[in-house]
């Protein structure tokens, strides 16, 4: 409907002007748009596409002349540096050239250009800018889409620096102009949009039976039949003949004319009709989209997916397809290597068991029409509700970093809503305040041969869940919507009658010294209740259960009974993972040597749903490397973890340290618990490739329940355990702002750190040189205060931290500069002479509050400790909690602040000043902890059942505000070297 001063209605209900304008990322949108196209004009309606696709992709459908193509490229969708590769900065950086720079005159253009055609309606899938033209045209405009740009984008922003945040913001502002979003099945959040109508699957019809297509390509019924289809791009692969079972058939889209294919490979031409081939065939192996999901679906074709590295639709399509018995997942190597055969007859075992609509292109259609003459067109009615938790998510895909995979809350409840079930969520085994029932019930599943449960729930509900896993592989009926993918490989994971090695790391809450670590303060860190678990069982190669995929890779190479590693971890549902992983043993060896940290961290770098396993598999390098340990047999890793990931609490600390525990436990190693960290450390820094200090292993490792572990960071000498005096508490509260060390923000702030620390010893040793100079004593204005000896050891100064706050402001701080460019730096003081960090000429970094921060922090952390000790009284409680305070401030002067962390420390303090004269119970502080930019926060308090429902009254007031109920990190455990390890067998039932 165009709206003109006099709100009058141009278009008669029988013929309208539809404006429909199309993404330039890929054919997928194209091809959609069609089907709603093909039913507007047969509703007797003009429409004019605006898309950057070749004409034939709708002249081949549509023959009309109600039907009017210009060809302009409004956004560029994601560029892809290969067919299973995003290049987030080159993405973000062709959207600005194309949209953002531009911009003034699109909007010109398009408002003129919509009024010549006398547009009446504007439709979207799923262009930003058209919105925003369309309102400034006077003229209503609605979205046809499963994603948004807003949403996809906000990952890209984590890789490109937040100085592209606007583009994020600018194309969510365009989206909110548009009047409702149709929305599609297997959508992600889209929090730009006021409301919403969901509809059926958009799907191009079929041409021809699969009777017909098989007859015209040669193709006898019997033969097995497979379609590549990666969108063109498979061109370069090699394609070999034995990638196929015998007697199947796959026919190839997208290849070169000049490209030689083996026998068994068909060449499809380029105009194909894709939808024919696909229902023609017995499955298809491609990359997850829409349209090809959308199609494998509605055919009941099996779908052999790769994932794609950093495109946030994929987990939602991927849910989708895997609940509807329709997915089967490869691995990204195996692809390449030519291992498909295990997939593909694991793909034709499926039974597809879509029954939903597939007339989704009629039924958007006819709200279009309906939308346009005025008619009104109900909308979700939860819309608002859901709108507020996409909001949520975009917050965390905004606080994001590069590398890490998408979370999806566990109450982002799409499945649930549409499917019956629960989406982007794992079982996770609840802690059974019975204990003595769980060990009556577990003992009679395991003999426990070595090691002590110490009387830990989440250990015996850890033995009693692998108890179970026999008899889910054993198990097949129902199997695909009962148990998830992870339950059933775990199922086929170990020789129940061999011996198997269970390990145990607990997470860690930090109370204070958080990123000062790297800098050698003194740290106090409490382990916390959740932790992981961790099961190993070696096996000779030639007993050792093979996954197929895995048996195939070793026959292709003429191996026989070589020695495999191969991990289940749980949780995969949650995060845009793979929930398995496995690779030769042999793999980690350069000839007779170790392979070089630098090679593992490309190995596991190159799969983004597979780079987890460098947590666990990165143990078994570093122990290799640095302890020359052998490993001759295969191993079987099962990872559950408790502790929950990206909220600041050590989740790949607890992760590193179980499994070399584990690890060492099942190999003999003796290992003290400091030592076991320090190896932990190089995992992380040197092969997954996060700049972290050592407090979370050495917490995890180290830690004692209900004790805070004091260790000076030069480089990790714990001085003692703290008692936790019985009258106050600690809680961790989660932002929902999802938090990783490996974070660019971290990263930054460390190299600043360093920076400035390097600048100091410059200064320092620029002052000697000029005393010497000058001869016997030097200049006596410079040395007043100080001697030549302070200033020796400022010049060599190891860590920050041994600086004293004092001589900090007396001697150094007004002379940092609050930022520098990198290359600025680098021309001066050729390197800040951190080894795990490297400077980026082209970033301007902040040098005075990373380098003040480790500074005070030293000293605040020492005033803290001391403080635990004193006489009990409110004072002490607040002089506690104001160190907190100071702590969070400092480290949001530092750019490591969230809009989540700095809620809850308000809601603390808000608790804190309006407490009642009457309470003997209050909170008295609170703190953003461990790495920053979002994650946990620690809150101090007096040990009452008062304060406890005042930490429950915050959470709930959090919700309120932000629609996110945190989660509460209540209570304490052991630390890996004080759990020790359990040896266990099954118990045979006679």
């Known amino acids: 409907m165009r709206i003109d001063d006099n709100e009058g209605v141009s278009a008669s209900s029988k013929h309208l002007v539809f404006a429909y304008y199309v993404t330039g990322h890929g054919f997928g949108h194209a091809t959609r748009v069609v089907e709603v196209v093909r039913h507007l004009i047969a509703a007797g309606h003009d429409v004019h596409v605006v898309t950057g696709a070749p004409d034939f992709v709708f002249t081949s459908e549509i023959q009309s002349p109600r039907l009017k193509i210009r060809k302009v490229l409004l956004d560029c969708g994601a560029v892809q540096a290969d067919a299973l590769t995003v290049d987030r900065l080159a993405s973000l950086e062709k959207y600005v050239e194309t949209a953002v720079v531009p911009r003034a005159e699109i909007l010109k253009t398009e408002v003129e250009w919509l009024h010549s055609i006398k547009a009446d309606f504007v439709v979207s899938d799923v262009v930003p800018v058209a919105c925003r033209a369309a309102a400034d045209a006077g003229i209503r405009s609605v979205c046809v889409t499963n994603f948004s ?87 370069g692969w090699n394609l070999k003949e034995a990638s196929l079972p015998t007697g199947w058939l796959c026919l190839v889209c997208g290849a070169s004319e000049t490209q030689e294919l083996p026998p068994n490979f068909v060449k499809l031409a380029k105009d194909a009709y894709t939808p024919d081939i696909i229902a023609a065939s017995d499955c298809m192996l491609g990359k997850i989209g829409y349209g090809t999901v959308s199609e494998a679906l509605s055919y009941k074709i099996p779908f052999v997916f790769v994932r794609r590295d950093y495109f946030n639709e994929e987990p939602f399509l991927r849910n989708m397809l895997e609940f509807y018995q329709c997915g ?39 709200i279009l029409q309906e939308t346009a003459i005025g008619r009104h067109c109900a909308s979700d009615k939860f819309s608002g509700a859901r709108r507020l938790r996409d909001a949520i998510i975009l917050g965390y895909q905004l606080q994001r970093v590069p590398g890490r995979d998408i979370a999806i809350p566990e109450w982002y409840s799409r499945a649930e809503n549409e499917l019956g079930q629960s989406a982007g969520s794992s079982p996770t085994f609840q802690v059974n305040e019975n204990n003595s029932l769980v060990e009556s019930s577990c003992s009679d599943d395991f003999d426990i041969l070595q090691g002590d449960v110490q009387g ?9 869940s692998l108890a179970k896993l026999d008899a889910i592989h054993d198990s097949e009926k129902g199997m695909e919507k009962k148990t998830m993918r992870e339950r059933k490989a775990a199922g086929g994971l170990f020789n129940w009658e061999d011996e198997i090695f269970v390990a145990r790391a607990p997470g860690r809450l930090d109370v204070m010294g958080g990123i000062a670590d790297y800098s050698g303060s003194l740290v106090l860190q409490m382990p916390i209740r959740e932790a992981c678990h961790v099961a190993l069982q070696r096996n000779h190669p030639g007993k050792h259960r093979l996954w197929k995929h895995a048996q195939a890779r070793q ?5 026989v009974a070589t020695p495999v590693l191969q991990i289940v971890s749980y949780g995969s549902e949650i995060s845009n993972r793979a929930p398995t992983f ?96 320090i190896l932990c450390q190089k995992v992380e820094n040197h092969i997954v490739g996060a700049p972290c200090g050592v407090m979370d292993q050495m917490t995890s490792s180290c830690g004692e329940a209900n004790k805070l572990l004091a260790m000076i960071c030069q480089p990790a000498e714990v001085i003692g355990l703290v008692e936790i005096p019985n009258h106050v508490r600690f809680w961790g509260i989660d932002s929902g702002i999802r938090h990783s060390v490996g974070g660019a923000d971290y990263g930054s702030v460390r190299v600043g750190a360093y920076m400035g620390r390097k600048m100091i010893k410059s200064m320092a040793s ?90 005070y922090e030293n000293f605040r952390v020492k005033t803290f400790k001391a403080l635990l000790t004193s006489a009990t009284s409110d004072e002490q409680l607040t002089a506690l909690g104001g160190l907190l305070y100071q702590c969070h401030y400092s480290y949001s002067a530092c750019g490591l602040g969230s809009d989540g962390t700095n809620r809850l420390v308000q809601l603390v303090q808000g608790m804190q000043h309006n407490k009642s004269t009457t309470d003997d119970g209050t909170l008295y502080g609170a703190k953003i902890t461990g790495g920053g930019s979002g994650g946990t926060v620690c809150v101090i308090g007096r040990n009452s059942l008062r304060s406890s429902q005042q930490i429950l009254e915050i959470q709930q007031r959090y919700k309120a505000a932000t629609g996110y109920l945190p989660l509460i990190f209540e209570g304490s455990s052991p630390g890996a070297g004080k759990f020790g390890y359990l040896r266990i067998r099954r118990r045979i039932s006679l």
């Open 456 to 464: 830990l729930s989440d250990t015996w509900t850890f033995l009693k």
């Open 582 to 677: 496995d690779m030769d043993l042999s793999d980690f060896m350069d000839g007779d040597k170790p392979i070089s940290y630098e090679k593992a961290r490309k190995f596991f770098a190159q799969d983004p749903a597979q780079k987890w396993a460098a947590y666990v598999a990165g143990t078994i390098l570093v122990l290799m490397t640095e302890l020359g340990v052998r490993f001759e047999d295969s191993l079987s890793f099962l990872v559950s973890s408790a502790v929950p990931e990206g909220k600041g609490v050590s989740s790949s600390a607890a992760v590193e340290v179980a499994s070399m525990s584990a690890v060492a436990a099942a190999h003999g190693l003796s290992i003290n618990p400091r030592d076991l960290a």
């Open 766 to 855: 620029s002052i000697l040189s000029q005393s010497v100079s000058n001869g016997n004593g030097g200049n006596p204005e410079e040395l007043e205060d100080e001697g030549i000896e302070l200033l020796e050891t400022e010049a060599s100064l190891d860590y920050l931290c041994n600086l004293s706050p004092h001589r900090y402001e007396a001697r150094y701080a007004d002379k940092l500069p609050d930022f520098m460019l990198g290359q600025t730096f680098i021309d001066e003081y050729s390197d800040h002479d951190d080894p795990v960090t490297v400077i980026d000429q082209k970033r301007s970094y902040s040098v005075k509050a990373p380098a003040r921060h480790p500074i």
């Open 149 to 235: 740009w807003d949403f996809i984008y906000a990952e890209y922003v984590m890789a490109a620096g937040y100085h592209h945040r606007s583009i994020v913001w600018q194309i969510a502002e365009d989206y909110s102009h548009c009047e409702f979003l149709i929305r599609l099945p297997g959508y992600c959040p889209m929090p730009a949009f006021r409301d919403v109508i969901d509809v059926p699957l958009v799907v191009r019809r079929l041409h021809k039976s699969r009777k017909e297509v098989r007859k015209e390509l040669g193709i006898a019924g019997d033969v097995n039949v497979v379609i590549l289809n990666f969108g063109g791009q498979p061109s």
């Open 328 to 366: 089967v997942e490869m691995i990204r190597r195996d692809l390449l290597m030519g291992q498909w055969k295990p997939y593909l007859e694991r793909a034709v075992s499926l039974k597809p068991c879509y029954e939903g609509g597939i007339n989704g292109g009629e039924v958007a259609a006819h």
């Open 555 to 559: 026959q292709a190479k003429g191996q």
